[in-house]
């Protein structure tokens, strides 16, 4: 029989695409997988290397899915989503954005990743140059290059309360092939959120030199002391951005896989055609549960917010405290991104990898490096990890952290 045995392949099945070679990945998977293999020797892991969450999704949600599940919503439904989803979601983004969508501006998808691959495969033609956040989401990255894009980064500089972009640069990379920005307000990995005049300069950039505009507002829901502003609530800005939608953040629903891509009709019947020869729809019943999440009671996602803000207040309180460590308290994200230079420098190492390794092995507590976000930037000196505490309780951030703060003082 011809096929695969062990390691033993066919000349045919070692024949990949050459445009594989451009594919990354998200990074964080490998680190998690790394956990795991440390978990398995009978080690305990502090798993803050995964923006995943511990936290139930709220009940009244999958109540209405299982509900949808026996009332037969089990076979195929629309491309675009099912129509009373997506009039609600359109709803809801004009309530939170000042902005006048209808359904028809809505295409429901698998998750918030599909948008990325869908809006670039719409929009993006061999050698468009795309700005990009660098420390960033690793997929937009990976997209660009793999669909035949030249990814231009820009980046953040630590401001005084958080970190900031740095706006002169950004405007410097601009050339006459730069078609795109991919801006991620409420941003992952340095929960960095975007003052009204960072916002205003974005906009202003973006119909000067009339970019498309994705916006990756993943997190715009998990916001803690003040309600977020989103780039496309300013003049110019609705019909050259779509939205990065996504339930999995706000309402506990990572595994569920359902998000939507929201934007100019034109663009988003592009992203529903793809979607028919990608995914054929997305899941049904499940989009019976989204519908409670936006329109049912909301006692659960302001809980998940109360609990996720008060482990980051006690995250930020240890990592600040440390020798050679500081760490922002952003406003936003379950994600903090402490600065480790001198931390790094005082034990003797330069590699982040013999870091986070280091770190593993000697106290269990799992982190991804600014390495796992993009490739670093010619000229960066300073080190940052990034924490996740969306899967992680406040006595086992206490507890993880303590044995960090021995590895780093020791």
């Known amino acids: 029989m011809i096929g695969v045995s062990g390691d033993t392949m066919t ?64 076979g195929y439904c629309p491309n675009y989503g099912i129509p009373q989803l997506r009039e609600v979601l359109a709803t809801d983004i004009n309530r939170t954005h000042g902005t006048n969508y209808t359904m028809a501006n809505v295409a429901i998808q698998p998750g918030g990743k599909p948008v990325i691959n869908k809006f670039f495969l719409a929009l993006l033609n061999p050698g468009d140059e795309v700005l990009y956040p660098n420390p960033g989401y690793p997929i937009y990255e990976s997209q660009i290059e793999f669909l035949g894009g030249k990814a231009v980064p820009y980046g953040y500089c630590e401001g005084d309360k958080n970190f900031e972009m740095l706006l002169d640069d950004l405007e410097g990379a601009i050339t006459a092939r730069t078609r795109f920005l991919v801006f991620n307000n409420l941003q992952n990995p340095t929960g960095a959120v975007s003052s009204r005049a960072e916002l205003q300069r974005v906009a202003e950039l973006a119909c000067k030199y009339d970019l498309w505009v994705l916006c990756d507002e993943a997190y715009f829901d998990i916001s803690y002391e003040d309600a977020a502003e989103s780039l496309v609530s300013f003049p110019g800005m609705a019909e050259r951005c779509v939205i990065l939608y996504t339930f999995s953040k706000k309402f506990a629903m990572t595994g569920w896989r359902l998000g939507a891509a929201i934007g100019p009709k034109a663009v988003i019947d592009v992203i529903a055609k793809l979607s028919v020869n990608d995914e054929s729809c997305s899941n049904h019943f499940i989009q019976y549960g989204a519908i409670e999440a936006l329109t049912g009671d909301q006692i659960g996602p302001r809980q998940i917010i109360q609990i996720l803000q008060e482990r980051r207040d006690h995250a930020v309180a240890i990592l600040d405290g440390m020798a050679g460590v500081h760490c922002f308290k952003p406003n936003a994200t379950f994600y903090l991104f402490p600065n480790v230079t001198q931390a790094m420098k005082c034990k003797g190492i330069t590699s982040y990898d013999e870091f986070r390794l280091q770190a593993l092995e000697q ?23 990034r924490l996740a505490y969306s899967g992680i309780d406040v006595a086992q951030i206490a507890e993880g952290l303590a044995k960090f703060q021995q590895f780093i003082e020791n």
């Open 11 to 74: 000349v045919a099945q070692k024949t990949f695409a050459e445009r594989l070679a451009l594919l990354g990945t998200e990074t964080a998977f490998a680190v998690s997988a790394e956990a795991a293999a440390h978990a398995a020797k009978g080690y305990k892991v502090y798993p803050f290397h995964l923006g995943d969450l511990n936290l139930p999704t709220p009940a009244n949600i999958i109540e209405a899915t299982i509900k949808a599940m026996r009332d037969g919503k089990t």
């Open 363 to 385: 106290t269990g507590v799992s982190f991804c490096t600014r390495l796992h976000f993009g490739r670093a930037r010619p000229g960066e000196t300073e080190r940052y990890i």
